[in-house]
């Protein structure tokens, strides 16, 4: 019986690895037709930023829906939605030719992503225990980065060998018919904590102050992993590195570190872990705010294992420390930190209209204009794994205290 479990467990888990496979793909090759696709449906830079947002709406809302309705429809009803949202995504982006179009396929992928994550985190959650749970959430978080580097690379060798942007969305579907054949037939595991299963044991859960600070924590990793992820390149293409590089430097360490997740978690705890990435991503972020040329990679490095760490040990967290939260609450962790990156992208824009009207008015142009005004709002961005440093060594130390009080009692009672 107990190998049936597991192996039901693993094919699950291999399952949910080739969905947020499809997740980073549907994430990068479609960054990666975009130029194409403006070109050919003569489409403004305003119309392509509303076609990406809607990646970006779709995904925290069936996240939070999903979390909502996990434990009355179950893991494997929200990820036969995710499949039909993928591949109906797929299909409309290729055969849409208009902009609306385009707005609905896209909102549809996001749609099947935000299931993905809310789905597979509490089955996760439900099928290991402790270490090995830690282990394994790392572990299918790893291929989000990792997916990225996969679709990144198909994307370009496609664009290079002058296949069409039909034929790289098309390669979105390879992983999502393998993950709804992985799925198909599979029980689901059940909610290791009662109270997790009600919607107002997760409520009550939720409205704790633990819950309410993590939330706190989750808006400042999210945007100190995305923001300058997705300003960077723009930002160094002008001090003499490559923007691709840089981009596949940091996904393909974060993808490595997130595979010895679990390790790093035995060895440290959740709050350790935390603790470190920010210090890690704080001087990642302050080296790219003041480094040029090679030193850019190096910058690259430190934020990589810096924010490697942040989305699954922020769910772990939850999992493991708030465990009546249930779904629910890990949902409403991962939308938090979506949300919050929706919602800082335009400020940090706003941010580097100011930097390059302050650097144009002492007389800077071209080139040097770009590096030095991106340079200062990195600057500024320094502040979000700044703030963490303070409010990880918080939970670092409460969680140590909170271990020692209720060993106590124990000890004392054998």
């Known amino acids: 019986m107990e190998t049936n479990t597991s192996s039901n467990a693993n094919r699950l888990f291999y399952g949910s690895c080739f969905a947020l496979i499809t997740t980073a793909l549907s994430f990068s090759i479609r960054a ?87 789905a597979c985190n509490p089955m996760i959650a439900d099928a290991y225990e402790g270490n090995r749970m830690s282990k394994m959430m790392n572990r ?43 799925f198909f037939g599979q029980k689901w595991p059940k909610a290791k904590v009662q109270e997790a299963a009600t919607l107002t044991g997760n409520i009550k859960a939720m409205f704790s102050p633990l819950f309410l600070f993590m939330m706190a924590c989750m808006a400042l990793t999210a945007i100190s992993e995305f923001g300058p992820q997705q300003w960077v390149g723009l930002i160094l293409s002008k001090s003499g590195a490559s923007p691709m590089i840089i981009l596949a430097l940091v996904t393909g360490i974060m993808a490595v570190a997130r595979y010895f997740g679990g390790e790093m978690v035995h060895k440290f705890d959740q709050t350790g872990v935390l603790l470190g990435s920010a210090v890690l991503a704080t001087i990642g972020v302050y080296l790219f705010s003041t480094q040029t040329g090679g030193m850019a990679y190096v910058a690259a490095i430190f934020f990589a294992l810096g924010v490697a760490y942040f989305w699954p040990n922020m769910i772990g967290f939850i999992a493991d420390k708030i465990p009546k939260s249930g779904a629910l609450g890990m949902s409403i962790i991962g939308a938090v930190g979506m949300f919050s990156t929706s919602i800082f992208q335009p400020i940090i824009g706003g941010w580097i209209d100011s930097d390059k009207a302050a650097a144009a008015a002492n007389g ?51």
């Open 32 to 118: 990666g037709i975009l130029p194409q696709l403006g070109e050919e449906l003569s489409l403004s830079g305003e119309q392509l930023g509303f076609i990406n947002s809607m990646w970006f709406l779709g995904f925290p809302i069936s996240m939070v829906i999903g979390g909502l309705i996990y434990h009355k429809v179950g893991g494997k009803a929200i990820m036969q939605f995710a499949f039909f949202a993928h591949a109906i995504g797929i299909i409309m982006t290729i055969y849409a030719g208009s902009y609306t179009g385009l707005l609905i396929s896209t909102l549809l992928i996001g749609l099947g992503n935000g299931c993905t994550e809310a």
């Open 140 to 182: 299918f978080h790893m291929w989000f980065p990792g997916g990225i580097v996969i679709g990144s690379l198909v994307s370009k060798f496609m664009t290079d060998a002058g296949m069409s942007w039909q034929s790289q969305i098309w390669v979105i579907m390879i992983p999502t018919l393998i993950y709804a054949y992985l």
């Open 364 to 414: 800077l142009t071209g080139d040097e204009l770009e590096l030095v005004s991106g340079q200062a709002t990195l600057g500024t961005m320094v502040t979000f794994p700044a703030i963490l440093i303070v409010l990880f060594a918080i939970l670092y130390f409460w969680v140590k205290n909170k271990k020692t009080n209720d060993a106590e009692p124990a000890t004392a009672a054998h």
